[in-house]
């Protein structure tokens, strides 16, 4: 089964972006369509953004269209997400997510996801 590890959270002055990497293990990963969520403090897991197996197609919640960016590297089973104009309403940790071939913004369908890195953004 594919293990998922985030990085590349921090410390953020509104207006700034951040490059959040998800490494994942094994060598089933560009067969996996994959997802973003996030859960800040209080809140429920919410979804971020969802790209296909091949990155032909991806999607995003409302909030962060224009301003994030989902890709990846099949070659480096990596996944990626570009964050930029950060707003303090997108602290929270950041969780890539894997169910392997779902592909939708309900978490309860994923059933492997990275530990999360932790995004703040000071306003």
């Known amino acids: 089964q594919v293990q998922l590890v985030e990085s590349g959270g921090g410390l953020v002055q509104a207006g700034g972006s951040l490059r959040l990497s998800c490494a994942a293990s094994?060598?089933?990963?560009?067969?996996?369509?994959m997802a973003w969520f996030r859960q800040a403090p209080g809140k429920e897991r919410d979804f971020v953004a969802t790209?296909?197996?091949?990155?032909?197609?991806?999607s995003y919640v409302d909030s962060v269209k224009g301003r994030f960016s989902i890709s990846r590297d099949n070659a480096k089973n990596t996944l990626y997400l570009q964050m930029n104009s950060l707003k303090a309403e997108d602290t929270a940790v950041y969780y890539c997510?894997?169910?392997?071939?779902?592909?939708?913004?309900?978490?309860?369908?994923?059933?492997?996801w990275g530990q999360g890195t932790q995004v703040t953004v000071s306003s």
């Open positions: 997510a894997t169910s392997g071939y779902y592909i939708g913004s309900d978490p309860t369908y994923y059933n492997v």
């Open positions: 094994g060598r089933t990963f560009s067969r996996y369509n």
């Open positions: 790209i296909t197996s091949s990155g032909g197609s991806t």
